[in-house]
């Protein structure tokens, strides 16, 4: 992870949560020796000045880094951050109290992460109408006050505006360019939904304004548009992935995205050999209200009958295949299953036997299913039942046998498994590399001569 040599107070904070999540609770506190709650502020005339909301910004092209602190005047103190980079993805906020006197602040708040009390204190350096800075034991910080909030729609523009005639702006900047733009005269265009800062300079100082972007017509982002489209596809449009490689719960190849995003905090897109993706799993911010969501989808998709209210079921088509979207309230997830029939059951066999079962509606009991077990392939036009081996003592799946559907040949079947794996001419098998000695499984693909049903077995090493 790139170190970061300055923060802010809820930066910092939580970085340094995140590093000592294995320290006993006080040495979780940034103050060796914690302070009571300092309650309200005693000295309200020099409050006066440190009065509003307060904006550090260390984002790249490469990492989005922006925090605000905001102090009341009786004496409340909240902070909000997106932290998202390699490693680290952090976004909410975080309230508490504070106090201020000569120039010492200190504040007191409860950790976001960890439900700890955290105090903290810092000296003021400089504190103006547009500048506050400070430094504590981690560095120095600085910050520029936020002077508004600019609600937009995608798609709107509007001309920044301060009513200050010592301000005189002579440079813009955006905290996050996919989320709102602005022009070398002022002119900020909303691109999509979220929140980010416009930082503006002027002789006598900076100041930020908020940007916040709604979409009227997308309660969230809507990836279906990617459900069969290829890794290329996304990282043209997302950029260089949080996490590129395999999964180690199920082995399925994977990219995901951290995002600064008021609805969606990571999104994770599955693909297959040939590079195109088949599911994408979308989480939900904490907090983020998912009724809007849900309404929206209920009007766009063809809504499915579900065993549970909190879980919603949607079809749609994307170029003639059928795609199904999922929204789970209690687990705050969209998950996007692009039903191709082969990876509905390709990747099993990475499963353990009480996983498995539970994939494909088997009822699990090692002592009564003693090694062995079967199981329906679901809503799948080319498979319909599935026997399975396995090792009653590791719960190690040893083997799985596919019937397909009456009526394909085992030349329609083979033809993805030629695309997706390596055929071996001398035993008949499909490998996942060139050699037997490592390849992760062995498939082969056979006629019942008897009854004609074609099979798939897939064999592990």
């Not at 009571?36 to 000045?49: I, K, L, V």
């Not at 036009?381 to 046998?401: G, H, I, K």
Request: charge should be negative; proline fraction near 3%; charged fraction near 25%.
């Amino acid at each position: 992870m790139k170190r970061i040599q300055k923060f802010s107070l809820l930066a910092l904070t939580l970085l340094a949560t995140i590093a000592f999540t294995g320290c006993k609770d006080d040495d979780i506190l940034l103050n060796s020796s914690p302070t009571p709650n300092p309650g309200p502020n005693p000295n309200p005339a020099q409050t006066s000045e440190l009065v509003g909301e307060w904006l550090e910004d260390l984002s790249d092209g490469n990492q989005i880094i922006m925090s605000t602190s905001e102090f009341t005047s009786d004496g409340k103190y909240k902070s909000w951050a997106a932290i998202i980079m390699p490693g680290t993805n952090i976004y909410g906020t975080e309230e508490g109290t504070y106090t201020y006197s000569g120039n010492t602040i200190k504040v007191n708040y409860k950790s976001m992460l960890t439900g700890q009390m955290i105090n903290s204190e810092f000296t003021v350096q400089k504190l103006d109408a547009y500048t506050l800075n400070w430094t504590q034991t981690e560095g120095s910080v600085s910050t520029r006050r936020i002077i508004g909030t600019y609600n937009m729609a995608v798609g709107e523009s509007k001309a920044f505006a301060f009513d200050d005639a010592n301000f005189v702006p002579s440079s813009y900047k955006s905290c996050d360019e996919k989320v709102a733009t602005v022009s070398a005269t002022g002119t900020i265009q909303a691109v999509k939904r979220g929140t980010t800062f416009i930082r503006v300079t002027a002789p006598v100082g900076e100041v930020a304004v908020r940007v916040v972007v709604t979409d009227e017509n997308h309660a969230v982002d809507d990836y279906v548009q990617y459900a069969a489209g290829s890794v290329e596809d996304v990282k043209a449009y997302y950029g260089t992935p949080s996490y590129a490689g395999v999964m180690s719960s199920n082995g399925k190849q994977v990219i995901s995205y951290d995002l600064n995003d008021d609805m969606i905090n990571s999104i994770t897109f599955y693909y297959n050999r040939s590079n195109h993706i088949y599911y994408i799993l979308a989480m939900f911010q904490e907090g983020a209200d998912i009724a809007p969501v849900i309404a929206e989808f209920d009007k766009k998709y063809e809504k499915r009958t579900a065993k549970d209210e909190t879980y919603h079921i949607y079809k749609t088509k994307v170029d003639g295949e059928t795609l199904t979207i999922a929204i789970d309230e209690e687990f705050r997830s969209i998950t996007y299953i692009f039903q191709d029939p082969f990876e509905d059951i390709d990747g099993l066999y990475r499963l353990d036997a009480e996983h498995l079962a539970k994939a494909v509606g088997h009822e699990f009991n090692n002592e009564e299913d003693d090694g062995n077990f079967s199981g329906y392939i679901e809503d799948n036009e080319y498979f319909s039942n599935v026997l399975v081996r396995y090792d009653p003592e590791t719960l190690a799946v040893q083997a799985l046998m596919f019937y397909a559907q009456e009526g394909f040949t085992q030349e329609e079947i083979e033809e993805w498994y030629k695309k997706n794996y390596i055929y071996n001419e001398q035993t008949g098998y499909y490998l996942t590399t060139d050699n037997m000695l490592t390849s992760e499984c062995m498939i082969k693909v056979s006629t019942n001569a008897n009854t004609g049903r074609v099979t798939v077995t897939y064999m592990k090493r």
